[in-house]
C-alpha cells in the first residue's frame, strides 16, 4: 500500500484508492517481469527495458 499511497497523493487524494492501488500492483508488475531475476546491479540497460515494458503494457491496454 506504500506505493499506492505515493501514487494517490501525487494524485491529490487522501488516501489510496482503487485506481492507484491497480497502477501501484501493474507497475510493480511490469519491473518483475524487465529486471533481470538473477539479482545484481540494476544498470542503465535494465531501466530502459522497465519504461519500454511500460510503454507496451500502456499501448496494448490502450488497443482493446
Known sequence: DMFAGVLAERAGLPEPDLASRAVAGAMIGVAMAAFPMQGGVVGTADYERF??????????LGAR
Open 51 to 60: 519504461e519500454e515494458a511500460l510503454r507496451v503494457v500502456t499501448r496494448e
